[in-house]
């Protein structure tokens, strides 16, 4: 008992910096130099914490989980499940974003900003680069260079390794257990620092994009949050209700903690501690959550993915171009891979925005004008990423306790 009341804590400690926090933003709307100087930097030093401590939760988390699943092909039928659903779940999420923004206009009634838009994108790789991008040609370059992807790779051969070497490969198992505990102790640490974190990250965010940014664009942001809700609730209460019986209001409940963290870090990867500790919370085995939700914070971006939908709506429409029923198709399959190349760090999404835009012919200079208020799109996106992991591990972990009753029977 004592241990919930002191975690409920947490997060109501959360929700009021998160408040205090923007409240201080609105406040200082007019010396948003002071907010980007003097408060910026202290939520800066708490993502930092929380990369710090990401590589090595990954790495040893998701080898953990291969070992203490002990068979490979229980790997295998776990892993085919986890991205089937992150599969299906984001071109459902695309969909979703196309259909509001083509139904609701998104882009009536914006008249594009005289003079010239001037955008230079960062090169989008391509599919095939994205693909050779996630085997390291080197073990230790990834942890330092924090590439998500290829420290998923190490993590699943290090814990198939350790697997076939059998006897001999007992030590490696207990050093990998050892360490992870060490891991999520620090983990535990940084997250006690929450409430400091989340007021310095949003403070500066409103003291910056004060109202008058947001006003010509907020019906972007109006279609894209009204996709994010509607997608959580339809399809999340709907999976775990259906594949796992769960309720959907204990579901979201119990997120609130990551879903508030991932709203004012804007970071899948960050909010990581806090989706697990969630997940476990709802039940869901240790061996299931910490390799499918590592994995689901690199490759399943549904809410990247219903923002992208809404964005190359938008920007066709403001530039007048028509898009075929075969063009919004081609935005699926793109915005479903580019989600799955999208880094869990903030900002990613509108990089991997310009592989959809091209992938269509779209101008590129059309980011530009959502670039402005690509944070406040980016919280919202990031809820609804983290919250799809979770309710992925909750499906799979209950498919999991369902094999294992049978067996049990037999
Ligand atoms: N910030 C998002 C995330 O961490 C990625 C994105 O920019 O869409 O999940």
Redesign the pocket.
Known sequence: MKKSGKKLSLTAKITISLILGILAGIALQNYSDFAVSYVKPFGTIYLNLIKMIVVPVVLLSITQGIVSLQDIRKVGSIGLRTVLYYLCTTALAVTVGLLFANVLNVGAGYVLPAGELSYTASEAPSIMDTIVNIFPSNAFEPLVSATMLQVIVLALFLGFGIILAGEKGQTAANVVDSFAEVAFRIMDMIIQLSPIGVFALICPVVAQNGPAVLLPLLKVVLVAYTGYIVHMVVVYSASVKCFAGMSPLKFFREMSRPMLFAFSS????GTLPFNMEATERLGVKKEISSFVLPLGATIN?D??AI?QGVCAIFIAQIFGIDLSLTQQLTIILTATLASIG?????????IMLAMVLQSVGLPLEGIALVAGIDRIL?MG??VV??TGDASCAICVDAREKKKEAKRAKK
Not at 266 to 269: L, N, R, T
Not at 342 to 350: D, F, L, Q
């Open positions: 804007a970071s899948s990867v971006m809410g990247t923002y999208t880094a869990g760090v903030p900002g990613s999404g509108m980016d996106r990031t990423n983290i």
